[in-house]
């Protein structure tokens, strides 16, 4: 794919903010942080538009709460056209790690993830929000 180049203009103050951060996040070069942004800002653009997405749910919980392994049972069956995968990992003796990988419309697996996360007895979930890719080079 050809590059192109262009020229940004910017206060020295917000680019030493800015080279400060990539430093930090070790990106190599200003140019690869700034499609890194634009980039993110597309994906966050599919997510608005309400396309077909890809992302991950994830939970932790003590799986000695039965009631609570039958209600994430219960959601995830009626998602089934959401979830692609999942991956249940036992952290310790009581707490489990489940990865729930998804693919849908985006407004879909944000109620998927609202279900989930409105169950009591989780102890952590988060949410992160990818695309499948069809509309980023």
Known sequence: MPLTRF???LDDSLLKKFDHKIKNERCPTR?????????????????????????????????????LLRKL?????????????????????????EIVAVKGKASEIEN??????????LKHVSFAAGTTGRHLS
């Open 31 to 67: 140019s690869k942080a700034v499609a890194d942004m634009i980039r993110h800002n597309l994906v966050e653009q599919e997510w608005r538009v309400d396309r077909e997405v890809a992302g991950a749910i994830v939970l932790v919980y003590n799986h000695h709460r039965p009631d």
């Open 7 to 9: 020229s940004v203009s």
């Open 112 to 121: 998927l993830s609202k279900g989930l996360k409105s169950l009591k007895g």
């Open 73 to 97: 049972t219960t959601i995830q069956h009626n998602a089934h056209g959401l979830i692609i995968s999942t991956q249940h990992i036992h952290l310790d003796h009581d707490n489990c790690l």
